[in-house]
Structure formats: structure tokens, C-alpha cells
């Protein structure tokens, strides 16, 4: 998918959209896997770290505003992967 696509299904997603940030999920569901695996493996369960991904990512495409030199994609790893350590270490406390 291009970077054109990408603009206009997170546009559709930011004005409330479900089937855009559905589209969006999908496509980045390989990237919210691949960090709940990451820390399932230091302690968190591997749904529980998948969902909380999920969520970080939906609201990090209403918060998301293009500026380069920042993408998308790399805007979401970021924050996903914060967002899980955050919560990892929120947990490993209690």
C-alpha cells in the first residue's frame, strides 16, 4: 500500500471511519504481534500485551499528525513499543 493510501485511510480513521481503522489494523497487525510477543517474553501475558497494543495504535492514529521526517509506520513503533514498556513496568510493580 502505497504512502497515499495510507494518508487517506488514516484521515477516513481520524473522522471516526471503523472499516479505514480496521484496514489499518490488519495492516499493521504483524507489527502489534511481533511486540506482544516481544513481552510476553519478559513476563506480560501475550493477549494482554496484544491488546494493549491495539489500543495504543488506535489512539495513536487520532493523535498522529505528519511531520516529516516522522512516518507513520515508524510513529506506531515507537509509540506501541513505549506504550508496552510503560505498561510492562506498570505490572512488573504489582
Known amino acids: 500500500?502505497?504512502?497515499?493510501?495510507?494518508?487517506?485511510l488514516i484521515l477516513k480513521a481520524k473522522k471516526g471511519d471503523k472499516e479505514a481503522m480496521m484496514k489499518l489494523l490488519q495492516q499493521?497487525?504483524?507489527?502489534?504481534?511481533r511486540q506482544a510477543?516481544?513481552?510476553?517474553?519478559?513476563?506480560?501475558?501475550?493477549e494482554d500485551a496484544y491488546q494493549q497494543a491495539?489500543?495504543?495504535?488506535?489512539?495513536?492514529?487520532?493523535q498522529y499528525q505528519p511531520l516529516p521526517?516522522?512516518?507513520?509506520?515508524?510513529?506506531m513503533k515507537k509509540r506501541i513499543k513505549w506504550g508496552l514498556w510503560m505498561y510492562w513496568r506498570k505490572n512488573i510493580r504489582e
Open 54 to 62: 491495539a489500543l495504543y495504535f488506535i489512539s495513536g492514529v487520532y
Open 37 to 46: 510477543n516481544f513481552f510476553q517474553h519478559m513476563g506480560l501475558e501475550y
Open 1 to 8: 500500500m502505497t504512502s497515499e493510501q495510507n494518508n487517506k
Open 28 to 33: 499493521f497487525n504483524p507489527l502489534l504481534k
Open 69 to 75: 521526517p516522522v512516518t507513520f509506520a515508524g510513529y
